[in-house]
């Protein structure tokens, strides 16, 4: 059999399976939510166990099993699980395929070798030295009051990316939090970073789930130099006592769950360019380190 025998065979072009039609749908749909998206991934219980799996793999190294679609569907990311899906259905769609007219473990191995190396040479034609710096960390690191030293400090300008949020959508991120879900604020996060501008020297507080996000990594990677405010969990704590405007720490204070949160994040936050240990330092002198560190 030949390709061209394959083609004359085929009545009518292939199209996707409802529950790929319906997931891409509300993929693209700006008021969907992370409940939504997992119940109708739920219907392909193999879309679901390649999902689950991934997020439970080392690369996200989280310390608790994740064990519902929508919980999974937070973390991976629109763009990452729009690319999940289609790749999927491409793999079901090509698997039958007769050996003899193309090997696919050859061909899939070509193709991310071709996507790495794509990757790293967009890396490398990127020469502008102009980069932002990213400041990440869990909530209470003290990114906002770092973030506008070290603004001071390199005469550029400072952006707390949850306030241009909340200028974008004219309330309070506990108020997105209460009415649209954590998923919908991810997703505004996301959109957010896209449209930042490519050859700008400006330093970002981020929120402090903005960094779980592959799609935000990737978008932060193009843009500048991620730096983690490494700040322990009690000193944390301590902070977070005196908040009131936390979404994620709800008036019970259950530490445990936000312990939980904080645990999890930490791969993340510790895969960054550089990374300062704040707990005995002030603010101008964490500020001061990171401009050091710049110059290494």
């Known amino acids: 059999m030949t390709p061209e025998d394959i083609i004359k065979d085929m009545s009518q072009l292939i199209s996707f399976p409802d529950v790929v039609v319906r997931a891409l749908e509300l993929l693209d749909s700006p008021r969907t939510n992370a409940t939504e998206i997992g119940e109708v991934i739920s219907h392909d219980p193999a879309l679901s166990a390649r999902l689950l799996k991934l997020v439970n793999s080392a690369y996200f190294n989280s310390p608790t099993k994740v064990a519902t679609i929508s919980r ?4 991976i990311g629109t763009d990452e699980l729009r690319s999940l899906i289609m ?10 395929l007769p050996p003899e007219i ?30 932002s710096i990213f400041l990440t960390g869990f909530m209470g690191a003290g990114k906002s009051t770092v973030g506008k030293l070290l603004a001071d400090l390199l005469e550029c300008l400072f952006i707390d990316t949850d306030e241009m949020i909340v200028q974008r959508e004219k309330r309070s991120i506990a108020e997105i939090f209460a009415v649209d879900g954590e998923f919908y604020f991810r997703n505004c ?5 896209k449209e930042l501008p490519q050859h700008q020297t400006a330093v ?16 932060m990677e193009s843009l500048g130099l991620i730096v983690y405010l490494n700040t322990s969990w009690p000193t944390l704590q301590q902070r977070l006592q005196q908040s009131v405007d936390r979404p994620l720490v709800n008036s019970a204070r259950d530490w445990e769950n936000v312990k939980v949160l904080f645990d999890q994040r930490q ?3 510790e ?24 110059t290494l």
């Not at 999974?72 to 973390?75: E, L, Q, R, S, W």
């Not at 999927?88 to 090509?94: G, H």
């Not at 050859?106 to 070798?113: D, E, G, I, Q």
């Open 72 to 75: 999974a569907v937070t973390m």
């Open 87 to 96: 790749a999927s259905t491409v793999a079901q769609t090509f698997e039958h």
């Open 102 to 131: 193309i090997d696919m473990d050859a061909f899939w191995h070509r193709s991310v070798y071709c996507g790495l190396a794509a990757k790293k040479l967009a890396t490398l034609s990127q020469t502008s030295s102009e980069e």
């Open 189 to 193: 996060e996301t959109a957010m970073l």
């Open 204 to 219: 970002y507080a981020t929120g402090g789930g903005l960094i779980v996000r592959e799609d935000n990594r990737r978008c």
């Open 267 to 269: 791969t993340f936050y």
């Open 271 to 294: 895969n960054a360019d550089i990374s300062i240990a704040t707990d005995e330092l002030t603010p101008l002198q964490v500020a001061n380190k990171i401009v050091v560190g710049l």
